[in-house]
């Protein structure tokens, strides 16, 4: 990515062009040079030169604004990029164009918004007056009169009627009162025209709406204001709602709640886990609905689990994976995250599921529970990640270990259709053949694994000769690896490489070249790999609500939705609002209240 050649570095921020806007403005002819369609790259105030990876992603490349907006309060959201584009067209601009345009655009505003100017010529003239006075941000009538009085061009703007202008100050009172001047409509028709003016460089005596300052730069996350960032993540939550739930269903047609609602409410669970206030949240009674988590396991259990352990553990899975895979594609297509070859992390993690399980019901499961201790679960995790993207994979129940590697490859293969494989850093719960074969098949060299102390897969001799040079080809039967070790006995950095047993020393596989690496360049790939431990944390902390009991598939499924709204929450973080062009960097907790708002606050608000 360049950096693009107009950053600014001040003392306390750097502005910077991201992404483009574009406005469209309606097709009328004025004395004022208006571009129908206009394009400006959007000036933002970041950080530090990283961010400006996130200001240059947008869905669809670039923010679209179309005049005229459905509702003035749409307004509210634009000052930003409004002052940008008045920033940009800003020039001198003579009163006569001025002027006439203003009273050429009246009767379009006034159009928009069911309004006409009155059938009478000359009151017709004296609104028009009124309204001018209004745009021009001028204080009484006794003003507007003596502007016009002065102008050569008066005849020009109201014809035969301009002399019924100038009339005393208690014919005015009467008009605007016979009119209406205060009507709602009218006033959103002035505001319509006054916006339009200043978006388009006219300098007016105030601007159209507080907050409004000619070529205001956008800044970052917390600095933009509550009213913009609550706007627009809940603009940004319900398009990618909207793209995560095409064509997904939870083995239900026709009830209650459909699959966004049902995730939404996930949500709101998860907002506050306090018990007593978490039945309050639960209940969302925007029409009477409640969803709640039992509701939800009902929901798991009867219309999504099967007649057997495997089957249900299918469904759930697949219903997962294209929940992941709606996103990623949205994340690609869109936003072009996936444009560099994407690294990744693997981890599984162990859940304890000892109650509610009958394993006799569970043909084939879990053939090593004594080994693990009753009823352990393991669940496998992955996470991906490049500079400035970081995704979940998803979640899948381990009920055999022999079938973990096997359900990494099916991860990689949904992370494929989008991207290509970069780093697969993964711990030594993978120091065995086929996940050797599997890295090499999908990263040829860009791989490490972590090896146990005097696994089986080094003899003795090969492990003094490892201990001795530093590095070894070592042998497995026909498979043949490249290894690194050190001593981290006293390393700076041995607390994280280290596990209940204190290792004293690091062993590396990796399909890098022997002779021209050291396990040094490798100790500062393979840390990244504990990104998976943080996601796994973030999973169950920020994202997962308190289950009831232990129920596999409750696990299974919430752990899933909890992963999406991790993806959800990268995706917001690392670029910016399709709406208004927001780098909105929102907390866990925003972007849960983002999901569940952009779900139900319609219902909310009785519309």
């Given at each position: 990515m360049s950096i693009p050649n107009d950053i600014i570095s001040g003392e306390d921020d750097?502005?910077?062009?991201?992404?483009?806007?574009?406005?469209?403005?309606?097709?009328?002819?004025?004395?004022?040079?208006?571009?129908?369609?206009q394009s400006i790259n959007l000036v933002y105030n970041i950080d530090s030169l990283k961010d400006t990876?996130?200001?240059e992603r947008v869905a669809g490349d670039c923010i679209e604004?179309?005049?005229?907006?459905?509702d003035v309060s749409e307004f509210d959201y634009l000052p930003l990029i409004e002052s940008q584009f008045a920033g940009h067209n800003a020039a001198d601009m003579d009163d006569e164009s001025i002027d006439k345009s203003i009273c050429q655009l009246i009767p379009y505003w006034l159009d928009q918004e069911g309004v006409q100017l009155p059938d009478d010529k000359k009151d017709a003239a004296r609104v028009k007056t009124l309204i001018l006075k209004q745009v021009r941000g001028l204080k009484s009538d006794e003003k507007i009169l003596n502007y016009l009085r002065d102008k050569q061009y008066l005849n020009q703007l109201f014809g035969s009627m301009a002399n019924s202008i100038d009339v005393s100050a208690s014919t005015y009172s009467a008009v605007r009162d016979q009119y209406g001047m205060d009507r709602r409509s009218v006033r959103n028709a002035i505001r319509r025209l006054r916006h339009m003016l200043y978006r388009n460089g006219v300098r007016l005596e105030q601007p159209p709406t507080a907050g409004y300052?000619?070529?205001?730069?956008?800044?970052?996350g917390m600095k933009l204001s509550d009213q913009l960032r609550s706007r627009a993540l809940i603009n940004w939550c319900d398009l990618l709602?909207?793209?995560?739930?095409?064509?997904?269903?939870?083995?239900r047609s026709g009830f209650k709640y459909s699959v966004r609602e049902i995730i939404a409410a996930i949500a709101n669970i998860t907002i506050e886990k306090n018990t007593r206030k978490k039945q309050r949240l639960a209940r969302l009674e925007y029409r009477d609905n409640i969803i709640t988590l039992g509701q939800i396991h009902n929901i798991i259990n009867k219309n999504i689990t099967k007649d057997n352990f495997l089957r249900s553990k299918q469904e759930l899975e697949h219903i997962a994976t294209e929940l992941h895979r709606n996103l990623f594609k949205f994340a690609a297509d869109e936003l072009g995250f996936f444009s560099d070859s994407l690294d990744i992390a693997i981890d599984p993690t162990v859940i304890s599921l000892e109650e509610y399980m009958d394993y006799e019901e569970v043909p084939g499961a879990m053939g090593d529970v004594p080994a693990e201790g009753d009823g352990v679960f393991k669940f496998a995790t992955g996470v991906s990640f490049s500079p400035m993207s970081r995704f979940s994979m998803g979640v899948n129940l381990v009920t055999d270990k022999s079938e973990l590697t096997n359900i990494y490859r099916r991860m990689m293969l949904v992370l494929e259709e989008f991207t290509n494989i970069g780093w697969i850093l993964a711990d030594r719960e993978f120091d065995h053949p086929e996940a050797i074969e599997l890295a090499r098949t999908k990263a040829v060299d860009t791989w490490i694994i972590r090896l146990r102390k005097h696994h089986n897969l080094i003899d003795k001799k090969e492990y003094r000769k490892l201990k001795e040079n530093g590095k070894a080809t070592l042998s497995f039967g026909n498979l043949g690896f490249n290894a690194f070790w050190t001593d981290i006995s006293n390393s700076d950095?041995?607390?994280?490489?280290?596990s209940e047993e204190q290792d004293d020393e690091l062993i590396l596989m990796s399909g890098q070249p022997l002779n021209e690496t050291?396990?040094?360049?490798?100790?500062?790939?393979?840390?990244?790999?504990?990104?998976?431990?943080?996601?796994?944390?973030?999973?169950k902390n920020e994202f997962l609500p308190e289950i009831p009991g232990e129920y596999a598939f409750d696990y299974l499924f919430f752990l899933n939705i909890a992963s999406i709204f991790y993806n959800i929450h990268k995706i917001i973080g690392q670029s910016v609002s399709p709406t208004y062009g927001l780098p909105l960097q929102p907390t866990y907790y925003e972007t849960l209240w983002g999901i569940v708002n952009s779900t139900f606050q319609c219902r909310c608000c009785g519309e």
């Open positions: 750097i502005r910077t062009t991201g992404v483009r806007a574009k406005k469209i403005e309606p097709n009328v002819d004025v004395p004022l040079n208006i571009d129908q369609k990876a996130q200001i604004i179309e005049y005229p907006v459905t300052n000619i070529g205001q730069a956008i800044p970052m709602l909207e793209h995560l739930t095409t064509g997904i269903s939870f083995g950095f041995s607390w994280v490489f280290q050291n396990i040094s360049q490798l100790n500062k790939i393979y840390p990244k790999r504990w990104s998976a431990e943080s996601h796994i944390r973030q999973l």
